[in-house]
């Protein structure tokens, strides 16, 4: 199956996630990296987390961009389900984050709002299919001298967005887990 619906137990609204792409990572690649994500957020563990998110990316680091693409794309979908709103325009288009991360990045308020743009453009990818999320990789290498600063970038807009669902009293982590394995996605295998 290529697609799963999940329904959010507090509306009944149902948000359909797209199977991750197998050519770009694994379903139990994503759950692994849930975790190293949740892990960055927290300030004491954010050096650890950066150690296995560069062993995670060592030789294609298009995995890990693509699975933080895939994770804040299914934290969307989740969004649009649980406010009945649309999820590109409601959700992906007002991604962003004001908090201390932002201040850090070292980034003015182009380069900030550029690569922010970029991130969205990259979830909206995702969320539509495999070979645009494939060429949005393959264009981003091409064009960003460091992809390690893109990298940084989604995880410092997970951290935003994770605290915004946890302030509305939706549960972002062990959300991919749950999602992965209920549609059968962690193996990789198309007969689930």
């Known amino acids: 199956m290529d697609t799963v619906e999940i329904e959010d137990r507090r509306t009944g609204r149902v948000a359909s996630v797209r199977r991750p792409a197998e050519s770009l990572t694994r379903g ?7 975790g190293m994500v949740h892990a960055w957020c927290n300030p004491v563990r954010e050096e650890d987390a950066e150690r296995e998110l560069d062993r995670l990316a060592a030789g294609r680091p298009e995995r890990v961009l693509y699975g933080l693409l895939w994770l ?8 649009g389900a649980r406010v009945g709103a649309d999820v590109e ?9 004001r908090g201390v991360r932002r201040e850090l990045s070292g980034l003015d308020d182009e380069g900030w709002a550029t690569l922010t743009q970029l991130v969205r453009r990259g979830v909206v990818a995702v969320l ?7 060429e949005y990789l393959r264009t981003m290498a091409t ?12 995880l410092t807009l997970a951290d935003g967005f ?25 193996d990789g295998g198309r007969d689930s």
């Not at 139990?28 to 849930?34: H, K, P, V």
């Not at 064009?143 to 970038?153: E, V």
């Not at 946890?166 to 962690?186: C, F, K, S, Y």
């Open 28 to 34: 139990s690649e994503l759950i692994a990296l849930e």
């Open 72 to 79: 804040l794309g299914l934290w969307c979908s989740l969004v």
């Open 89 to 97: 325009q409601a959700c992906v288009g007002t991604l962003d984050y």
């Open 128 to 134: 539509h299919d495999e070979g645009e999320a494939a």
């Open 143 to 154: 064009l960003i001298p460091g992809l390690g600063t893109l990298r940084r970038h989604l």
């Open 162 to 186: 994770s605290q915004d669902m946890e302030r509305n009293d939706l549960t972002p982590w062990g959300a991919a887990a749950h999602v992965i394995r209920t549609a059968g996605w962690e």
